[in-house]
């Protein structure tokens, strides 16, 4: 979907049901469901090591399902005669030849998907790699530049999905607001984006749905504003270890927050009175909706991945 191609169609869409993986007695992925619409990008997130990589390798036929299924355009990715034609795939930016130069690399991707010679000029300039970066070896590039030349790779076969593991790591805040234009718009044309990152803050900017995956579960799917409208109570005391007491006692979990507020699951009348009851003041009580994505994130993966959801959200 190069600037110029024609508007894609409606019927580019991801389906996952009930989709699990083991390794012996170890479950990396468990009954994992979820949909991207054509016209959407989907935030795929999760602390490391909660399935994201492990699903998405599993929709794109990389890593056989333990049970389950998942369809891309209605059809396992496997049963696709040509699926560099359908979907573009960019998991690993380190995975291109580092022998070969950039423009070659867009050859040899171009003449096995039979697309025209004409389209490797388009991407290279299209993703900013045209002139000089063109004729480096891959080898020689910087991070940001091998993502860059993955989602030229993604892009070369016009498809109308795409499904992206980290594609902004690596690249600099300007490369990462261009790859936020890139996908916006590639969804406003009709496509579908399934996109992994630890980026959270990048990913609330671009995306329009969440599914968020912890210890191999979803535990949350839906709109972006859906989500973020359901995201708890903050709340601050004069006295933080009282008020943590006070909401154990009460039954309500809370998560502290990357500047040190309490994230509670619960409504407001029933936070004020476990602290009223413990003699607790509080400085703030408000809902989290305008806290943003991460905190909503540390709220869904506390616990078993809570560890990791810390060092995701940094």
């Not at 599993?58 to 389950?68: D, V, W």
């Amino acid at each position: 979907m190069s600037p110029g191609s024609g508007a894609v169609t409606l019927d580019g869409v991801i389906n996952v049901e009930n989709l699990s993986k083991r390794y012996g007695v170890h479950a990396a992925v468990s009954d994992v469901s979820f949909r991207c619409e054509p016209g959407t990008v989907t935030g795929f997130l999760g602390p490391n090591g909660a399935g994201k990589s492990t699903t998405m390798r599993m929709i794109c036929g990389l890593t056989p399902p333990s049970s389950g299924t998942s369809t891309v355009v209605g059809v396992p990715y496997r049963d696709l005669p040509n699926p560099g034609r359908e979907i573009g795939v960019l998991l690993d930016a380190s995975a291109q030849h580092a022998g070969r130069t950039g423009r070659e690399v867009l050859g040899l991707a171009a003449q096995v998907l039979g697309v025209p010679p004409v389209r490797v000029q388009e991407m290279l300039e299209h993703v900013g790699l045209s002139g000089a970066a063109a004729r480096r070896r891959v080898g020689d590039y910087s991070l940001g530049m091998r993502q860059r030349l993955g989602l030229a790779h993604a892009l070369i076969g016009d498809p109308r999905v795409l499904i992206l593991d980290e594609p902004a790591n690596g690249l600099d805040p300007e490369g990462i607001f261009w790859m936020r234009g890139v996908l916006r718009d590639f969804a406003d044309r009709g496509g579908t984006v399934l996109l992994s990152s630890h980026l959270l803050r990048e990913v609330e900017a671009v995306a329009d749905r969440l599914v968020v995956i912890s210890g191999g579960k979803i535990v949350a799917d839906g709109t972006k504003d859906e989500l973020l409208s359901n995201a708890g109570i903050l709340v601050r005391a004069t006295d933080r270890t009282a008020l943590l007491r006070a909401l154990a006692e009460a039954g309500l979990p809370s998560t502290t927050t990357t500047d040190g507020a309490q994230l509670v699951e619960g409504d407001a009348e029933e936070i004020g009175r476990a602290a009223l009851t413990a003699g607790v003041v509080l400085t703030e009580l408000r809902p989290a909706e305008t806290a943003g994505l991460e905190e909503m994130f540390l709220s869904l993966t506390a616990g078993e991945h809570g560890a990791n959801a810390q060092e995701v959200a940094a």
